[in-house]
Nanobody, 121 residues
Framework: QVQLVESGGGLVQPGGSLRLSCAAS????????MGWYRQLPGKQREFVAI???????TYADSVKGRFTISRDNAKSTVYLQMNSLKPEDTAVYYC???????????????WGQGTQVTVSS
């Protein structure tokens, strides 16, 4: 089983910055694409950004140019640097990873517990 633990959320003023971290733990797994999603109150979870294990990134149009996703494969950790934050970025942010247990033929999806980001003056 892979466990994902997010940190770094909080309250920030519009225009401010936050950095989210998500550390994966669990032995005997290979991690593939890692990413961030968010869920606004009363809405479906939406895509924010992903990064492959070779470093290729993809962003939602709404965060392009403001958010940067990165990963440290040695630490099994993915980061989301969020700059120029807007009130509409307020949401619970979830980390996700695709992982394969060594020796198994399939890839499973794992989610973190979420971390609240609130952008407000």
């Amino acid at each position: 089983q892979v466990q994902l633990v997010e940190s770094g959320g909080g309250l920030v003023q519009p225009g401010g910055s936050l950095r989210l971290s998500c550390a994966a733990s669990g032995s005997g797994f290979s991690l593939f694409t890692m990413g961030w999603y968010r869920q606004l109150p009363g809405k479906q979870r939406e895509f924010v950004a992903i990064i492959t294990n070779s470093g290729t990134t993809t962003y939602a149009d709404s965060v392009k140019g403001r958010f940067t996703i990165s990963r440290d494969n040695a630490k099994s950790t993915v980061y989301l640097q969020m700059n120029s934050l807007k009130p509409e970025d307020t949401a619970v942010y979830y980390c996700k990873t695709d992982a394969q247990k060594i020796g198994d033929p399939y890839i499973s999806v794992y989610w973190g517990q979420g971390t609240q980001v609130t952008v407000s003056s």
